[in-house]
T-cell receptor
């Protein structure tokens, strides 16, 4: 199976930068996703990394180190609307197909 | 449709009853996933379809749960003899064969199942 670890909760200040870490242990790794989920809503896709390095998309960036089983999501210029849960998900090759498993999520609270 | 559609959005049922949850994926998406999410938890994998066949059903908790996708499009998750522990939000997601930097899995809004 896959072990995916993320902090349960984080708090950050509006306008600041926050980094949400995710570590995983798995075999057959084939990509890592970050999703944002507001309370009572479905998860929405933020980023995808399959190679080592940093992917930047506006205020959000995601980093992956495959050798360390480590990823982070970086949120810059935080806004109140960024208060949400952030889910790390790992895709693995499973019997010729691909399976995506989610972590429990990090609940981020942005305060004024 | 433009997105993944799930019906009903809410379902309240009595313990022991049978329920069906429907997922209509984005047209042309070959991969379809069912997840279950309890409050404060991440989505828990249930089953994955590639086309019409269940490629991986290892997440189904027991034999009361079953899912089908007979024509490779709409999928139905079926739960027999529901129990109070089945109460959760059931999420469906779909994707094309290839996902990448700008496109991941698209989730529906979910069905909130409450077993009383």
């Amino acid at each position: 199976g896959q072990n995916i670890d993320q902090p349960t909760e984080m708090t950050a200040t509006e306008g600041a930068i926050v980094q949400i870490n995710c570590t995983y242990q798995t075999s057959g790794f084939n990509g890592l996703f970050w999703y944002q989920q507001h309370a009572g809503e479905a998860p929405t896709f933020l980023s995808y990394n399959v190679l080592d390095g940093l992917e930047e998309k506006g205020r959000f960036s995601s980093f992956l180190s495959r050798s360390k089983g480590y990823s982070y999501l970086l949120l810059k210029e935080l806004q109140m609307k960024d208060s949400a849960s952030y889910l790390c998900a790992v895709r693995v090759n499973s019997g010729g197909y691909q399976k995506v498993t989610f972590g429990t999520g990090t609940k981020l609270q942005v305060i004024p | 449709g433009a997105g993944v559609s799930q019906t009903p959005s809410n379902k309240v049922t009595e313990k022991g009853k049978y329920v069906e949850l429907r997922c209509d994926p984005i047209s042309g998406h070959t991969a379809l996933y069912w997840y279950r999410q309890s409050l404060g938890q991440g989505p828990e994998f249930l089953i994955y379809f590639q086309g019409t066949g269940a490629a991986d059903d290892s997440g189904l908790p027991n034999d009361r749960f079953f899912a089908v996708r007979p024509e490779g499009s709409v999928s139905t998750l079926k739960i027999q003899r529901t129990e109070r522990g089945d109460s959760a939000v059931y999420l469906c997601a779909s994707s094309p064969v290839v996902v990448g930097r700008d496109y991941g899995y698209t989730f529906g809004s979910g069905t909130r199942l409450t077993v009383v």
